[in-house]
């Protein structure tokens, strides 16, 4: 029996929040493409298993990212992922609770493609460029 798209999908975000990279990179499909939004610091298309890698060391290098809980819904091809999820700034240790939905694409049994959605995309960007102000509120709480 071949597997869901949210089992997939499920796969891969508990691959990623466990810092498990080699399982995470096993559910991508060569060709994916992660569409990550403008308003990010690690904003643009991140194709392939490789762009992956590299959206998953960008991040790490600015944040750690906790998963606090997550639902994952799945119809054919197409699982959804709405999180709640703690960005805590390397830099500073400063926090920042949101939630995050992710839209995955299932092809071939691998993830073919994801849009990532954060309910406040700019607090994201304002905690990652706040390296040299650890004092001082941005805004954030």
């Known amino acids: 029996m071949q597997e869901s798209s949210g089992a997939i999908a499920a796969r891969l975000v508990d ?6 990279l080699e399982t995470a990179l096993s559910t991508i499909h060569p060709r994916c493409v992660v569409h990550e939004p403008d308003a990010v610091p690690y904003a643009g298309d991140w194709p392939g298993r490789d762009g992956f890698g590299r959206l998953a060391a960008a991040m790490a290098d600015l944040f750690e990212v906790v998963f606090r809980q997550r639902t994952i819904i799945h ?9 709640d ?17 992710e839209v995955y694409t299932v092809e ?3 993830i073919f493609e994801v849009d990532v959605y954060y309910k406040d995309p700019d607090a994201i960007r304002t905690l ?14």
């Not at 691959?15 to 498990?20: I, K, Q």
């Not at 119809?75 to 999180?83: L, N, P």
């Not at 999820?85 to 939630?99: E, I, K, L």
């Not at 990652?128 to 709480?141: E, I, N």
């Open 15 to 20: 691959a990623f929040a466990a810092g498990d």
């Open 128 to 141: 990652s460029q706040d390296t040299a102000r650890a004092d001082v509120s941005v805004g954030l709480d």
């Open 85 to 101: 999820v703690t960005f805590t700034s390397r830099a500073t240790g400063r926090a920042f609770d949101t939630s995050v939905v």
């Open 75 to 83: 119809d054919g091809d197409v699982a959804v992922m709405r999180a």
């Open 108 to 110: 071939e049994g691998l």
